[in-house]
């Protein structure tokens, strides 16, 4: 019997200790790619909103292009709608198309984990989006002013309703006003807004009435957001850091919990965690003002304070949480819808092969019922609007103006048979942001909102016809159409390319070690079946018919066989 040399063993051995640990090494590194996500680390860090980040420096002045589309409604029978003998009947003309560009102005981090900003936007009109210069076409359009101040004194009292009407008939005001589309947008001289803004300069700060020109009224309102966790936490710790360099390590301790406490302590049992990037202050107040919000340590606060007036947990729709889950609803404000728009998950699609999802308005946004505890704050006085309307009278001086959807979609349907040529339809007016989930950011968006006149005449023969209707005025669009072709570019290689290249690379350095493992394996096997393998001459010759082995050496092997050789047909045995 003859074994394996042992130089030949052990280079086999080293062999397959090398191959085992390769084999592992690509294994715990496949496994480590899964862990550590390195496509997650590389958005952690690059687009979270910390000073200086990528996402901060586009946020301060998003290179977006976000146009906002008006069309007006034209009344086409004004002298028969005002002798009472049709129905009151619009034409819809436009659009009327503005650039709209935002810039987050003094953009502070607070040591809170907050970050406060002071957004300011300027519209621009396009002409080549447009049907036509609003300054020279001309539209027939209610006289929002008489009818807006006649409306409010009816819902004061009889007794205010006949002095205010006593008192604008010496004006020979005409109900119904013919006048141009820009001075509708962006206002028109009127004696009741002059006379106003004379007498209550700190009201009516105004003396043009336009309907754009209250709507996007910003002024400069101070904004604060959260940031996400991970921020708060490392300014926390650079706070720390920076505090142990200046004072003692007692006193550094003592100031942060007499700070954090007052400032970042959890919220209590039963309200809502913070959310990523939403609304934590506005003009340094959680809530409305103009919808009955006061202060916490207010002895009324519990019953005065409603989720109509709280605005902590909103959004100013800018950015959003990162991934998004589909059951999110998401809470959106802007000073000119004066209330918060909730959106929801509808579906889930692509965009430009970037996975995204579908969030529309929901049924009750614009709802106001005494039966739901969430809406039931915006009626007043236990009056509320019908379904589909939002009630604006708070933030445009108590005139009587609503927000709805275009030609009142998902709204009362009597809302929109009431006016001869109102059709809604789902895709021209149904609001949609279209985000992609892994980032919170919006790649597409279709906000559409209209504003509309209510109105209640008494006392006044001649604005008897707007007795009891709802009359709409405009309705806008704002959208972001497209995203930049960096952004397009940067989510492409975030969430197009690198997880296939990741996935990729991961199931290569799977196999590559598993098949090492393999090799490994099969290696030492082979080797140990070398070991214990026995070579018997005679079974090479056993079946051989031929005398092939010369005489003297058959006679030698036959000493320590079983007998003579024999000789049998051909036969080849290749193994033992």
């Known amino acids: ?148 101040v006649s409306s409010a004194a009816y819902r004061m009292s009889p007794f205010a309703a006949f002095a205010v009407a006593a008192a604008l008939k010496p004006l020979g005001m005409s109900p119904i006003l013919n006048i141009t589309t820009h001075d509708l947008l962006w206002g028109y001289d009127d004696p009741l807004v002059r006379i106003a803004s004379t007498l209550l300069p700190d009201i009516i700060h105004f003396q043009k009435i336009g309907v754009l020109d209250r709507m996007f009224d910003d002024g400069f309102d101070t904004v604060t957001i959260n940031l996400p966790e991970s ?36 919220r209590p049992t039963g309200e809502e965690p913070i959310r990523d990037y939403s609304i934590d ?71 430009g092969g970037i996975k995204a999802y579908w969030f529309s308005i929901q049924e009750n946004a614009f709802e106001s019922s005494v039966d739901d505890p969430y809406t039931s704050c915006y009626c007043r006085n236990n009056q509320c609007l019908p379904k589909g309307l939002g009630d604006l009278s708070p933030c ?82 704002m959208s972001l159409e497209k995203l930049t072709p960096e952004l397009i570019l940067l989510l492409n290689l975030l969430f197009g390319i690198a997880p296939y290249l990741q996935t990729g690379f991961v199931c290569l350095l799977a196999l590559l070690g598993a098949s090492l493992l393999a090799t490994a394996a099969l290696v030492l096997l082979c080797s140990t079946e070398a070991t214990t393998f026995e070579y018997d001459p005679r079974k090479s010759i056993r079946y051989s018919t031929v005398n092939m082995i010369p005489y003297p050496l058959r006679k030698e092997l036959e000493k320590y066989g079983e007998g003579e050789v024999r000789r049998e047909p051909l036969l080849i045995e290749n193994c033992a």
Not at 233 to 258: P, T
């Open 1 to 148: 019997m003859t074994t394996t040399p042992a130089f030949s063993l052990a280079s086999k051995r080293k062999r397959v200790i090398k191959l085992s640990c390769l084999g592992v090494l690509f294994i715990t590194l496949a496994y480590a790619i899964i862990v550590i996500d390195p496509t997650e680390v590389i958005v952690e860090n690059k687009l979270s909103m910390f000073e200086g980040s990528y996402l901060h420096r586009l946020w301060k002045k998003p290179p977006l292009e976000v146009y906002i589309s008006i069309y007006v409604f034209n009344i086409t029978n004004p002298e028969e709608f005002m002798r009472g003998k049709e129905r009151l009947r619009v034409q819809e003309i436009g659009p009327y198309v503005y650039q709209e560009f935002l810039d987050n102005r003094n953009s502070t981090f607070n040591p809170n984990g907050t970050l406060s900003f002071v957004p300011v936007r300027r519209q621009v009109f396009v002409p080549e989006r447009s049907v036509g210069d609003p300054k020279q076409d001309r539209i027939m359009i209610p006289n929002i002013a008489l009818l807006g």
């Open 281 to 351: 202050l506005w003009n340094g107040s959680p809530g409305l003002a103009h919808w009955g919000y006061v202060a916490k340590d207010h002895w009324d606060a519990d019953r005065k304070n409603s989720p109509c007036n709280t605005l902590q947990g909103s959004y100013d729709g800018s950015v959003f949480p990162r991934n998004i889950s589909k059951t999110e609803v998401f809470k959106v404000y802007r000073k000119a819808f004066c209330r918060t728009l909730p959106i929801a998950f509808e579906r889930e699609g692509e965009v």
């Open 396 to 477: 445009w001086y108590n005139i009587p103006v609503a927000v709805s959807l275009p030609h009142y979609f998902k709204g009362d349907p009597r809302l929109s048979q009431a006016i001869d040529g109102l059709s809604p339809n789902k895709e021209k007016h149904d609001a949609v942001i279209i985000m992609q989930p892994q980032l919170g950011i919006p790649m597409q968006a279709n906000i559409r909102v209209q504003i509309s006149l209510l109105t209640n005449i008494s006392f006044n023969s001649e604005l008897k016809p707007f007795h009891n209707s709802v009359t709409p005025l405009i309705w806008a669009e």
């Open 231 to 266: 921020v708060r936490n490392q300014r926390r710790a650079d706070e720390e850091s920076s505090a142990n360099d200046e004072i003692s390590d007692e006193l550094a301790e003592s100031l942060h919990e007499d700070y954090y406490n007052d400032v970042v302590s959890p």
